[in-house]
């Protein structure tokens, strides 16, 4: 028997799964909505230990099932029971993802009262496609193991919601934005996230490996702004209905085959101090010069998405994406974000949660046109 009936206000079929941020045996602060892109079950484990023993019977009994590219188990505890759960849990935790909810936040997020426990079928673009009683896993499981791969899912092939706007850049301009980056050499490039309120860079080579150089030239940074307010966000406001007043970030990023370049699958605004962004903007500088790379978003499928020389790919920060890693050569592209007045006021106000490594951001009065973080304006 489904659950939608039996409580008040379980999410249900079609509704889409919160972007939690849960604790991991690992990660203090995981992401729940980076696993979309495959088939979940979501399971939030009940009150009474003998069910919470038969519902994880059942899981383990279908464990061939899971395979982390098409469908992956979740397992979720209020942290009440965490220290009764943990011999199980870590029997568990190799083959599963399991996460401790300290607050109970993914019980009430999802509707569903801790003492009770909940089984979710959730699709590949974490959505919900079912949900069963605890006691009715087996059922769920049954469900599960009739679904087909994520890229079928929907019934109908599905496009990313993305903008490729070729012709951003001139050729001659892109092979200047390499000879500054060569010229220069890059940094290794961080992870922005957030602990204890506070927006921070870390490093971290399991989620990413890229190099990154600065333009700290004003002409140069300059001549980037002019083009894109020329050139791209007359296509941007066209597509999405979005007039971008303010670009973040002068950055020409490479990722290297020989360093094993890649990002892997986030979503650039889930901190105070990124939650400002609207739109990611990826400017490929080399096209044909190197082999893997390109832009995946998982939410719609495996599709690989790789703009022209010179073209830019826009989409939204909420979307969850990851760029593939580099098979062969060196991928460049110049990578800025953009906002509007609002979005500024709001990156004023989180200012006092950035962490001092990452300075500090004062927002100017707005004027026509578009203006960069160091204040050079464009404008018609």
Known sequence: MTLHACLEHPLAFGEPVPLLHLKTPANPRFALGSLAGRW???????KDETARGALLD?????????????????LVTPAAFEAAMTPRIKALQARFVTLFDEEEIAYRAM??????????????GFRVLAVFRPGDAVQAIQLFARLGTPDTHAGVPLLAPVLTVPRVFEPEFCKTLIDYYQARGGMASGVTRERGGVTLV???????????CEIDDAALRLAAMKRIFWRLLPELKKAFQFEATRMERYL??????????????HRDNTTRGTAHRRFAVSIHLDAGAFTGGGVRFPEYGSRVYSPPTGGALVFSCSMLHEALPIASGKRYAFLPFLYDEAAAELREANAGHLDPSIGSYRRSAPEEGMEGDDGQKAAR
Request: aromatic share 10%.
């Open 252 to 265: 020409v990023a490479c990722y290297d085959a020989e360093t094993g370049g890649y990002f892997n699958a």
């Open 58 to 74: 059942a899981v383990e009994k279908a464990s061939p099932l899971f395979k982390l590219e098409e469908r992956i188990l979740t």
């Open 40 to 46: 979940m079950l979501l399971t939030l484990l009940p």
């Open 111 to 124: 509707g569903i009262p801790v003492e009770d426990g909940a089984v979710f079928v959730i699709d590949p």
């Open 202 to 212: 870390e490093q971290d080579e399991r989620s990413k490996k890229r190099f990154d």
